[in-house]
């Protein structure tokens, strides 16, 4: 550990404060300037937590002689627009079919997903009990991979590589390929 470490935490601690103190002190008049800006208020209240996150890595270039609300609106504005750009592209898809597209492809594809699905099971079905449970444990559980490593005795480099290889297996399955030599009883 540098000699200088504690000065750059405790600088770092500062500016933190700093940057929380002015950003709380302003953030209702940052919401009301984004709110004018958008219908929703739940949009709203996600544009000013990203205001927040760009105002923060920003922080740096702050000039505390300026006031700090106005540079903030700034960042906000910035963001509203940028959301304004994606909320336009996605009603103009929508309003252009998109939804409906979507929608009746599902439909045409849906004996194609089910019989895959029924597939997937039986491929499930057919593998070892230790692949098996640890398909389970990670994807129907959503235990941490760290966890399934420790419960099979594995390293976690090793647990996710099990997968991989249980993964490939069942694509093959599924796929009605070649099955990789002994990956399946």
Known sequence: MSSDSPSRSDSQS???????????RSEREIF??????????????DIVQQTALALWE????????????????????????Q?????????????GGLAEELAHRRE???PELEARLR?????????????RSL???????????SQLANESGRTVASAYKALQRIRQ?????????????????
């Open 83 to 95: 959301w304004i750009e994606r909320h336009q592209r996605w009603r103009a898809l929508i309003d």
């Open 169 to 185: 297996t069942l694509q093959f399955c599924v796929e009605g390929g070649p099955e990789p030599e002994g990956r399946m009883s």
């Open 119 to 131: 597939r997937l099971e039986g491929c499930l079905g057919r593998l070892p009990e230790e692949q």
């Open 32 to 45: 009301r300037y984004v709110a004018a800006l958008v219908p929703n208020v739940a949009d709203a209240e």
């Open 14 to 24: 500062a500016a933190q404060q700093r940057f929380l103190s002015l950003f709380l």
């Open 58 to 81: 920003k922080f740096d270039a702050y000039d505390p002689a300026q006031p700090f609300t106005p540079w903030a609106c700034r960042f906000a504005l910035n963001k509203t627009r």
């Open 135 to 145: 398909v389970e444990g990670y994807y129907y559980r959503r235990q941490e991979i």
């Open 108 to 110: 045409e594809l849906r």
